[in-house]
Nanobody, 125 residues
């Protein structure tokens, strides 16, 4: 069983930055692909970024602005979000994928085994 707890959400002005954290439990963390998704009101949950070892993959909408990283010793995954836009407003979810999943494959929600409870990000214009 894996538990994921996100933190770091909040309200920021457009152009600002936030860093989300995801604290994970479970013995398979170090070999799991980890990712972030987001869901805006009335919309589907969309892929944002994923990481396995040092390999990363990003949605086009965040490429160059967001950076995903992980510290395996701390069982933590981060999402550094810079140059935030109003359209980045959403609930952000941490996700743990199947062990053999590549970061690119994490964009498919069917590859997700566990979800966090989400953290709200709001961006004012």
């Amino acid at each position: 069983q894996v538990q994921l707890v996100e933190s770091g959400g909040g309200l920021v002005q457009a152009g600002g930055s936030l860093r989300l954290s995801c604290a994970a439990s479970g013995r398979t963390f170090r070999v799991s692909t980890m990712g972030w998704f987001r869901q805006a009101p009335g919309k589907e949950r969309d892929f944002v970024a994923a990481i396995k070892d040092s390999s990363t993959y990003y949605a086009d909408s965040v490429k160059g602005r967001f950076t995903i990283s992980r510290v395996d010793a701390n069982y933590t995954v981060y999402l550094q979000m810079n140059s935030l836009k109003p359209e980045d407003k959403a609930v952000y979810y941490c996700a743990s994928g199947r062990i053999w999943t590549s970061p690119r494959a994490m964009a498919d929600k069917r590859q997700i085994d566990y979800w966090g409870q989400g953290t709200q990000v709001a961006v004012s214009s």
